[in-house]
Structures are given as structure tokens and as C-alpha cells.
């Protein structure tokens, strides 16, 4: 259990990030997808979307040089796990764990391979810029675990991806992620961040999306997920058409199907609502 809270701010404390990067030669390494938020007005303002955070015991993936983690515990979080891959940043936040009341432990591994729940004791919350390269995968890892873990997200990722999982209906970036990141939580993108604001710049925009678990999920996201992926696989053509392999896995006469749920087959994947795919779902034996 982690020990009373240090006294003080700690981004009143510490180096400015920038003098530790400077001090450390440490840079950002573009095969991990690396770009540094040192902003600390940005971190605050992420930071407080997971509010409150007394008591609750937060994993933070890919900290870098700490600027998140400084805002996060600046916030009162009962605890922080940063889980970092790259050493170098591991070993920097890891000397900062010692001024934070025993409240940051740095944990150098794949985010990936990493089980949370086992890691963090509940109340537990997500909340992380996540790394570019692996940042849909590792929601998808998270909006699937079964049972759910966590009790709210605030992640980062690109702008793109980011429309992607709070898309509606209609909008060009509705499709697969939506639908599933819906089944399992209300989802929302709190404010975007322009590329200038990370060291350094990344090509694109990012935004920050708020999750927060539905009281009742959707039970049944592998089937939910393999029946989006062939719908969405061939999105301009009709259900009728986009369907015809799934229909003949699970032994459906496709048409019959498909109006049993009230759903016209001449219709395209990204005109259904989350609810409508969810009944096609459940109608499968």
C-alpha cells in the first residue's frame, strides 16, 4: 500500500522537463512512437478529467519524461503506475518516485503484456498519451477485457483515431472501433490538442477521449466485433452483399435475417445504429 502523500506541487519542485531532457541527452525515439506533452497547463487539464483521483490508483502507459505522472499525482491520485518500455524514460521516472510519497511506481515493460488488474488494486483508471503505434490496440485490449477493469479512461491518441471511436452514424469515421468502444462505454472527445504543442511535432493533431463504462455493457463483443469487421471490410456495398460470408458461417438465410431485425438489407454498414448491430448479434444462435 502506498505511503501519505509528499507535501507540495510537484511540478513546483522539480527540474522543468526540458532541463531534464537537456540534462539526460534524452530525445524522443521515433520507433516507439515517442512525442513529449511538456505542457504542464495540457497535463492539468488531463489530469482533471479523470478527477477525483483521491484514492484511486491510476495506470499510466509510456510516461516519457513524467509530465502527465507530475499532473497526476499533482492531483491526488492514491497511486500511479507508469508503465514505460523505453529504459532510459523508466529509469528518469523512477528517480522521481522517492520525492512522491511512495505514490509512483514505474513499472519498464510492454503496456501490452502488462495486466492491470492484477498490477492495481480497484478504484482504477487509465489514463495515458498513448503511444501512436499501438494506442488502438491496446483500447480494443481494454474495452474487451472480460470483466471490464477500470472505472474511466482519459487516453490521447490521434486525432483520426480519436473521431474514430466517438464517431456516430453517418460520419465518415463511424465503422468498427465505434461500434465497439460503444457497446462497452459512453465515449466523448474532451479537446484537441494541436501537433505543435509535443516535442517534437508529430504529423498530425491529436485529441483527448473520455470512456467511462456503460452499466451494462455489451456482453457478446467477438461476435459483435467479427460480424463489424465483415461489414465494415466492404463498407460501400449493401448488408446483402457485405454479409453473405458471415450469414453463411453461422448458417442464417441472410435476407430473413436481416428483416427479422427490422434491418434493410440494401442498407450500408455505416447507416446502423450501435443498437442495430447489437440485435443482429443477439438474434445469432
Given at each position: 500500500m502506498p505511503s501519505s502523500k509528499s507535501s507540495g506541487k510537484l511540478w513546483d519542485t522539480l527540474p522543468a522537463l526540458s532541463d531534464l531532457l537537456r540534462q539526460n541527452n534524452l530525445y524522443a525515439d521515433k520507433k516507439l512512437g515517442q512525442h513529449f506533452l511538456l505542457d504542464r497547463n495540457i497535463t492539468d487539464k488531463i489530469a482533471s478529467l479523470a478527477a477525483p483521483l483521491?484514492?484511486?490508483?491510476?495506470?499510466?502507459?509510456?510516461?516519457?519524461?513524467?509530465?502527465?505522472?507530475?499532473?497526476?499525482?499533482?492531483?491526488?491520485?492514491?497511486?500511479?503506475?507508469?508503465?514505460?518500455?523505453?529504459?532510459?524514460?523508466?529509469?528518469?521516472?523512477?528517480?522521481?518516485?522517492?520525492?512522491?510519497?511512495?505514490?509512483?511506481?514505474?513499472l519498464q515493460a510492454d503496456a501490452l503484456a502488462v495486466n492491470i488488474a492484477k498490477e492495481l488494486p480497484a478504484p482504477r483508471k487509465i489514463v495515458a498519451n498513448l503511444p501512436y503505434n499501438v494506442g488502438t490496440k491496446m483500447l480494443v485490449n481494454w474495452i474487451t477485457a472480460?470483466?471490464?477493469?477500470?472505472?474511466?479512461?482519459?487516453?490521447?491518441?490521434?486525432?483520426?483515431?480519436?473521431?474514430?471511436?466517438?464517431?456516430?452514424?453517418?460520419?465518415?469515421?463511424?465503422?468498427?472501433?465505434?461500434?465497439?468502444?460503444?457497446?462497452?462505454?459512453?465515449?466523448?472527445i474532451a479537446f484537441e490538442i494541436p501537433a505543435r504543442a509535443f516535442t517534437p511535432p508529430p504529423k498530425v493533431d491529436s485529441a483527448v477521449v473520455v470512456l467511462r463504462p456503460l452499466e451494462q455493457p455489451f456482453p457478446k463483443l467477438k461476435m459483435l466485433g467479427e460480424l463489424t469487421q465483415a461489414a465494415f471490410g466492404q463498407r460501400r456495398k449493401m448488408l446483402r452483399a457485405s454479409l453473405k460470408s458471415f450469414a453463411k458461417r453461422h448458417d442464417l438465410d441472410l435476407i430473413a435475417w436481416l428483416e427479422s431485425c427490422g434491418i434493410d438489407p440494401q442498407a450500408r454498414p455505416e447507416t446502423l445504429q450501435v443498437s442495430e448491430f447489437q440485435t443482429l448479434v443477439e438474434t445469432v444462435k
Amino acid at each position: 500500500m502506498p505511503s501519505s502523500k509528499s507535501s507540495g506541487k510537484l511540478w513546483d519542485t522539480l527540474p522543468a522537463l526540458s532541463d531534464l531532457l537537456r540534462q539526460n541527452n534524452l530525445y524522443a525515439d521515433k520507433k516507439l512512437g515517442q512525442h513529449f506533452l511538456l505542457d504542464r497547463n495540457i497535463t492539468d487539464k488531463i489530469a482533471s478529467l479523470a478527477a477525483p483521483l483521491n484514492g484511486v490508483h491510476v495506470a499510466e502507459i509510456g510516461p516519457g519524461p513524467g509530465g502527465l505522472t507530475r499532473s497526476l499525482l499533482d492531483a491526488d491520485a492514491a497511486e500511479v503506475l507508469a508503465i514505460e518500455m523505453d529504459e532510459r524514460f523508466a529509469n528518469l521516472n523512477t528517480d522521481m518516485a522517492p520525492v512522491t510519497g511512495g505514490r509512483l511506481r514505474v513499472l519498464q515493460a510492454d503496456a501490452l503484456a502488462v495486466n492491470i488488474a492484477k498490477e492495481l488494486p480497484a478504484p482504477r483508471k487509465i489514463v495515458a498519451n498513448l503511444p501512436y503505434n499501438v494506442g488502438t490496440k491496446m483500447l480494443v485490449n481494454w474495452i474487451t477485457a472480460d470483466p471490464l477493469f477500470w472505472d474511466q479512461m482519459v487516453l490521447m491518441f490521434q486525432k483520426e483515431v480519436a473521431e474514430r471511436v466517438c464517431a456516430a452514424p453517418g460520419e465518415s469515421a463511424y465503422g468498427r472501433l465505434a461500434i465497439l468502444c460503444q457497446s462497452v462505454a459512453s465515449a466523448h472527445i474532451a479537446f484537441e490538442i494541436p501537433a505543435r504543442a509535443f516535442t517534437p511535432p508529430p504529423k498530425v493533431d491529436s485529441a483527448v477521449v473520455v470512456l467511462r463504462p456503460l452499466e451494462q455493457p455489451f456482453p457478446k463483443l467477438k461476435m459483435l466485433g467479427e460480424l463489424t469487421q465483415a461489414a465494415f471490410g466492404q463498407r460501400r456495398k449493401m448488408l446483402r452483399a457485405s454479409l453473405k460470408s458471415f450469414a453463411k458461417r453461422h448458417d442464417l438465410d441472410l435476407i430473413a435475417w436481416l428483416e427479422s431485425c427490422g434491418i434493410d438489407p440494401q442498407a450500408r454498414p455505416e447507416t446502423l445504429q450501435v443498437s442495430e448491430f447489437q440485435t443482429l448479434v443477439e438474434t445469432v444462435k
